[in-house]
């Protein structure tokens, strides 16, 4: 798939990356319903202590969740670890594995945060532009925002907020688990990005497709190492 060269990944400072992300805060899009998608996609990155990054890009079938088409890859970490500026080291992999891709997704998953971001440009929105696809961020853990405690039972939610604006959504996917943090990322609405997360977690407390990203790529990362 063709990917959008919206600004290049090399030898950027911290100030270049904030700018970035504060300048292309601008065009994300939170709007939109995700309707007739045969294809979703998802990605995850894991990281070795020698700074290499591994990536995996899973493409499935919807509703059955049938793998077309994966791909994996490495290459070595091209900035430094500070929570704000993950994408700077996870992207540049991520979307070279999405370019892979020869069946254009309808709809991708990626392992971090969408708008729930300071500047709202976490990894979802960021990578969200570059696809030009209806994208949401998936996260595990939260990085900023209040919430209340959702209910124990699966389909629960409640607002993130900060400073007073809704960011995101806190998701009970199973009955008495941990919640998720979701928020779109980029070309999709709030309640479009709840619903699709909840349609894609069938089994676990994480969304089929990004489960499968996550587990191939501990599983790429193991055979390098």
């Known amino acids: 798939m063709e990917i959008r060269k919206i600004h290049s990944w090399e030898n950027l400072t911290l100030a270049d990356a904030k700018s970035i992300q504060n300048n292309l805060a601008r065009d ?117 925002g209040k919430y209340d405690e959702p209910k124990i039972e699966k389909g629960s939610w409640s607002w993130l907020t900060h400073k007073s604006e809704k960011i995101g959504m806190v998701v009970r996917t199973r009955k008495n688990v941990k919640p998720l943090f979701i928020s779109p990322g980029n070309l999709i609405g709030f309640e479009s990005a709840l619903n699709w997360t909840l349609k894609c977690s069938i089994k676990y407390r994480i969304p089929e497709p990004t489960k499968i990203a996550h587990n191939t790529v501990t599983n790429f990362k193991k055979s390098q190492i």
């Open 28 to 144: 994300i899009i939170v709007d939109g319903v995700s309707k007739n998608v045969n294809y979703i996609a998802a990605g995850d990155l894991a990281f070795s202590k020698d700074s290499t990054a591994f990536g995996a890009v899973v493409l499935m079938t919807y509703p059955e969740f049938e793998i077309v088409e994966l791909h994996t890859g490495k290459e070595r970490v091209r900035f430094p670890y500070i929570p704000g500026y993950l994408t700077f080291r996870e992207a540049p992999l991520l979307l070279s594995l999405f370019e892979k891709l020869q069946i254009v997704p309808d709809l991708v998953m990626v392992d971090g945060q969408g708008i729930a971001h300071p500047r709202k440009m976490g990894l979802g929105a960021h990578i969200g532009l570059f696809l030009g696809i209806p994208t949401i961020g998936v996260a595990k853990s939260r990085l900023i």
